[in-house]
């Protein structure tokens, strides 16, 4: 049962997605006037419950299909910089960001709504996990629209692998990461927070898909070249080298260091993270928490000490509000010399230099060389990724440069990448 506490938890405003929630409030109108939840009381039979769930979809249908010409009202306002009003749909959800490609939410929904039956409850409306699927849908469908994806990014932990855990050579996500397209495979990059500076870590998270990439015989060497991971949000880079013990082997920052990236003042990064550092260990005194304090050349964070001790969800939260706010009002923060990231691990609390914008930008840079512009562009990029709240979350800071799908296990992972290689037409055994 859901406790009031949980309840209330949820309502926090940096627990939540108002583009999802705004979704949610249109849908609760047709739930209440056509689910008639009084037909399950009053056995008036199986033709009047099919009624109620024809009812049910269409509205639902017809919703759907209005927020879509709403997105297509927004992304002709944000294409045309002449124009300095905001869209309607702007006003209605201030957070709103951009869109690189229109979203089917009606087909989408008419798709989620055959496996999840969403139509057919009556007591139970549609809920933030069936309009973030919708949505997952309805850019997996616009991204594989004419085969023009040509980037995946995917973060680590509970993305490709339980939280804390490995990517298994058993992992279901192998054989279809590696089929995801049309021979030869979309470039797929892995953007993850873990900021190790050797090979040998990342092989040891990751050690099912190198393993499987290394001795797949579908695979031609150009083609096993299609992967790099890019670790600790966009501080290292390592491409896939099959004569290196793990796989990998790291590229150095001149051959993939952005002009951008390059302009940061190593002065300017120190100073950052001596404030996070100070703000994290104010953190650790003042909520009595059970951590010790790890600092690295990108990076800084608390992790638990001893490993087995648990730090509340909301001490870790509270731990991200406030050094983010430090980081915030500081000097160098105010300047905004250097982009950085502070989020909640669920098991730490962590801040790096950059962020996973500049990761994907990375990839999508590394891949992208020989297009116009040099870049794959945002429109046929789809990062993958479970953490997309507004505050302490790393994956959010990606919708700014590639289409985005919101995933909250492995096992999600594994039915989107169903689902686009059944759009893509090439859907693995």
Known sequence: ??????????????????????????????????????????????????????????????????????IDDHIAHQNDPANPFPSKLKLLVPPLGIFFTRLPLEAAFKYQDSKRHISSRRF?????NDVRLILNSAQVMAVTTGGNLQLATFDGDVTLYDDGQSLEPTSPIIPRI??????????????????????????????????????????????????????????????????????????????WLTPEMAAWDEGDIAELLDVAEAALRDCIATLRLPATLLRKDRAVGIVAEPPSARIPRESLEETVLVVQKMLE????????????????????????????????????????????????????????????????????????????AWIASPTETVDLLDELAELMGTKTS
């Open 178 to 255: 590696i089929g995801t397209s049309p021979s030869p495979p979309s470039p797929i990059g892995i953007v993850t927070a873990a900021g190790y500076t050797t090979a040998d870590k990342y092989y040891a998270r990751l050690h099912g898909l190198l393993d499987a990439i290394a001795t797949s015989p579908a695979l031609t060497p150009s083609q096993r070249q299609s992967l790099i991971i890019m670790g600790g949000e966009a501080n290292y880079l390592f491409e896939f080298a099959p004569s290196s013990p793990d796989l990998l082997a790291p590229v150095p920052l001149v051959r």
């Open 329 to 404: 009002v500081s000097r160098v923060g105010r300047q905004r010399r250097v982009p950085f990231c502070a989020f909640n691990g669920g098991r730490d609390v962590f801040v790096d230099i950059g962020d996973k914008s500049w990761g994907v930008a990375v990839c999508q840079r590394w891949f992208g060389g020989g297009l116009p512009g040099g870049m794959i562009p945002g429109d046929r990029t789809l990062h993958v990724g479970d953490q997309f709240l507004s505050a302490g979350a790393n994956d959010f800071r990606a919708r700014s440069v590639g289409t985005t």
């Open 124 to 128: 139970v409306s549609p809920s933030f």
């Open 1 to 70: 049962m859901t406790s009031r506490y949980r309840v209330e938890y949820a309502l926090k405003t940096h627990r939540r997605d108002q583009f999802i929630e705004w979704i949610k409030g249109l849908l609760a109108v047709p739930f209440v006037l056509y689910s008639q939840p009084q037909g399950v009381f009053e056995g008036k039979g199986m033709s009047s419950n099919a009624q109620a769930c024809e009812e049910a979809h269409r509205r639902y249908s017809e919703i759907f299909h209005d927020v879509e010409l709403m």
